[in-house]
């Protein structure tokens, strides 16, 4: 009997971002805006970073947002790489709504908030980015990133939606159930990507702990 060889697989590291002072309950506007890294959003991404010293690591990827990139560019000091800007990492845009605060959405277009809350997934804000268009978008990126990198680990720093989005696909998770998963700032959430299958090795690892 042959023993099946074991396939090389391509590690990947999705960080999402360290903490920033943009409210939580508004929709970010990146264009505008581009909030940044906070006091402690900076310390989260110290910390993280220092989970990555002694891997080898392929390449550094990130959302060009500038809360993206000073998260990545705690990991660059770490890992010796200079990080690569990747805008199809970059939240999925959430158009007329970018900004907003959620009352305000509520008060300006009740009728569409309705709608969204009824279903989240199915329903695009106005001149906004379908799910199924940033899961595109996403997949376009990732899936040259696996084919060329067998057998190597790359990190690449994005936002929550992505990061959702593509536990989901890679799992087979409904995009219906992806708004369960939990990914907290400064986390590490890890997949080896097979050439016939994918496996979860952790998910949200938190390296800084507030006092």
């Not at 001149?127 to 067998?150: F, N, P, T, V, W």
Request: proline share 6%; charged share 25%.
């Amino acid at each position: 009997m042959t023993l099946r060889t074991k396939e090389p697989s391509t590690q990947i590291y999705f960080v999402r971002h360290g903490k920033t002072d943009y409210p939580s309950n508004r929709i970010y506007c990146d264009d505008q805006e581009n909030p940044v890294l906070n006091e402690e959003g900076v310390l989260q991404a110290e910390a993280m970073a220092q989970y990555f010293a002694g891997l080898k690591v392929r390449r550094l990827m990130a959302s060009p947002a500038a809360r993206t990139w000073a998260t990545a560019a705690a990991i660059a000091r770490v890992v010796g790489l200079a990080c690569e800007p990747a805008p199809w990492l970059t939240e999925r845009r959430y158009g007329a709504w970018e900004g907003m605060f959620i009352d305000e959405i509520q008060r300006q277009f009740p009728d569409e908030h309705r709608a969204w809350k009824a279903a989240p997934v199915q329903y695009t804000p106005p001149q906004g980015e379908q799910l199924a268009d940033l899961r595109a978008r996403l997949l376009g990126g990732l899936h040259g990133l696996i084919e060329r990198h067998r057998g190597e680990a790359i990190i690449l720093v994005t936002h929550v939606g992505p990061i959702r989005a593509l536990i989901a696909e890679a799992f087979g998770v409904p995009l219906e159930q992806s708004r369960q998963l939990h990914v907290d700032y400064a986390s590490i959430t890890k997949i080896d990507y097979g050439a016939q299958r994918n496996n979860f090795i952790f998910m949200n690892h938190v390296c800084y702990k507030k006092l």
